[in-house]
């Protein structure tokens, strides 16, 4: 399987914190940008977060500057986003992607694979 598998959404309230999983199978995300993306309803898809394969180096969209984080633990083929002050505008359905690069705006570019998200939903 070579389609990432994220896990760890739910329902949080506004100021609360969340952590999601992306977990990859048939590849090894130590040779690909891992990124975040999401999409909420009637909104074009937006990237988040994003760390680069050869570095480290990492790009946050501004709307989630200083409150969004993103790792990866390569041993586990697996990368986090930690998301913390949550707000309404955050809710949407979260998905990972490897990707050839990191934008600079945030989102991973070029994606070579990604999953079906899991949703987050940010109300009281």
């Known amino acids: 399987q070579v389609q990432p598998v994220e896990s760890g959404g739910g329902l949080v309230q506004p100021g609360g914190s969340l952590k999601l999983s992306c977990k990859a199978s048939?590849?090894?995300?130590?040779?690909?940008?891992m990124g975040w993306f999401r999409q909420a309803p009637g909104k074009k898809r937006e990237g988040v977060v994003c760390?680069?394969?050869?570095?480290?180096?990492?790009f946050h969209s501004d709307s989630v500057k200083d409150r969004f984080s993103i790792s990866r633990d390569d041993a586990k083929n697996t990368v986090y986003l930690q998301m913390n002050s949550l707000n309404p505008e955050d809710t949407a359905t979260y998905s990972c992607?490897?990707?050839?690069?990191?934008?600079?705006?945030?989102?991973?570019?070029?994606?070579?694979?990604w999953g079906k998200g899991t949703p987050v939903t940010v109300s009281s």
């Open positions: 760390i680069a394969y050869h570095d480290g180096s990492q």
């Open positions: 992607a490897a990707a050839e690069m990191c934008g600079a705006k945030g989102g991973p570019y070029g994606m070579d694979y």
């Open positions: 048939g590849f090894s995300i130590e040779t690909y940008a």
